[in-house]
């Protein structure tokens, strides 16, 4: 059997993340998303885009630390060749404790499983890539997943599931399904500094170590 060629794939930054978060896998989150996929295509294929989908976190009380480290690995990503970031956006959202009554605004985000829709049913129409590695466990991606394979029988799509996420309704739409397991997101790390074309160094921040 020949594989087909061309192959892009499409990262759900967060799913990924809280995916990594739930197994304890902080120092793993300095992740070369170039060099993950690379590890994820099988002989004859190359790699032909990256898209990475994600959402900047709002820097009010108590996350301002995150803000910063989300901003310092951005800034790392658009070092990379190949690479594309595409943004989506946080909706306050008023939560209520059951209990208590007790009110707070928190933030939910939006947007991301949108941009993924759009992104592979474009690609697939305007013939970009032969294969398709989608890195999610989001069963809202199955209609666009369905679609693909319906409009397009010679184009695979692939769904790669992040660390203790799974979807049985991608799993039963997909050309195929695989977990990523630890020892690809050990070995895909950035460089602890990496310079920029400017001069500045981003630096992996102390919390990831």
């Given at each position: 059997?020949?594989?087909?060629?061309?192959?892009?794939?499409?990262?759900?930054?967060?799913?990924?993340?809280?995916?990594?978060?739930?197994?304890?896998?902080?120092?793993?989150y300095w992740l070369d998303l170039r060099r993950l996929a690379g590890r994820l295509l099988r002989p004859g294929q190359t790699l032909a885009g990256v898209k990475y989908f994600t959402a900047r976190v709002i820097p009010d009380a108590g996350s301002e630390d995150k803000?910063?480290?989300?901003?310092?690995?951005?800034?790392?990503?658009?070092?990379?060749?190949?690479?594309?970031?595409?943004?989506?956006?946080?909706?306050?959202?008023?939560?209520?404790?059951?209990?208590?009554?007790?009110?707070?605004?928190?933030?939910?985000?939006?947007?991301?499983?949108?941009?993924?829709?759009?992104?592979?049913?474009?690609?697939?129409?305007?013939?970009?890539?032969?294969?398709?590695?989608?890195?999610?466990?989001?069963?809202?991606?199955?209609?666009?997943?369905?679609?693909?394979?319906?409009?397009?029988?010679?184009?695979?799509?692939?769904?790669?599931?992040?660390?203790?996420?799974?979807?049985?309704?991608?799993?039963?739409?997909?050309?195929?399904?695989?977990?990523?397991?630890?020892?690809?997101?050990?070995?895909?790390?950035?460089?602890?500094?990496?310079?920029?074309?400017?001069?500045?160094?981003?630096?992996?921040?102390?919390?990831?170590?």
């Amino acid at each position: 059997m020949i594989l087909a060629n061309r192959v892009v794939v499409y990262i759900d930054g967060f799913n990924l993340y809280y995916g990594m978060r739930s197994r304890g896998w902080r120092r793993y989150y300095w992740l070369d998303l170039r060099r993950l996929a690379g590890r994820l295509l099988r002989p004859g294929q190359t790699l032909a885009g990256v898209k990475y989908f994600t959402a900047r976190v709002i820097p009010d009380a108590g996350s301002e630390d995150k803000a910063r480290r989300q901003n310092t690995y951005l800034e790392a990503l658009a070092t990379l060749a190949d690479v594309d970031i595409h943004y989506g956006y946080y909706l306050p959202k008023m939560q209520r404790c059951a209990d208590c009554g007790a009110t707070w605004q928190a933030y939910e985000e939006k947007m991301t499983d949108v941009n993924i829709a759009v992104e592979l049913l474009s690609d697939a129409y305007d013939d970009r890539f032969d294969t398709a590695i989608v890195i999610s466990a989001d069963s809202d991606l199955a209609r666009p997943i369905t679609t693909i394979r319906e409009r397009f029988p010679g184009k695979r799509v692939v769904v790669a599931f992040p660390p203790n996420r799974v979807s049985k309704l991608l799993r039963s739409v997909a050309t195929a399904a695989f977990s990523i397991g630890r020892d690809a997101l050990r070995d895909s790390q950035l460089k602890e500094s990496i310079a920029r074309q400017d001069g500045e160094t981003i630096t992996r921040p102390s919390e990831w170590s």
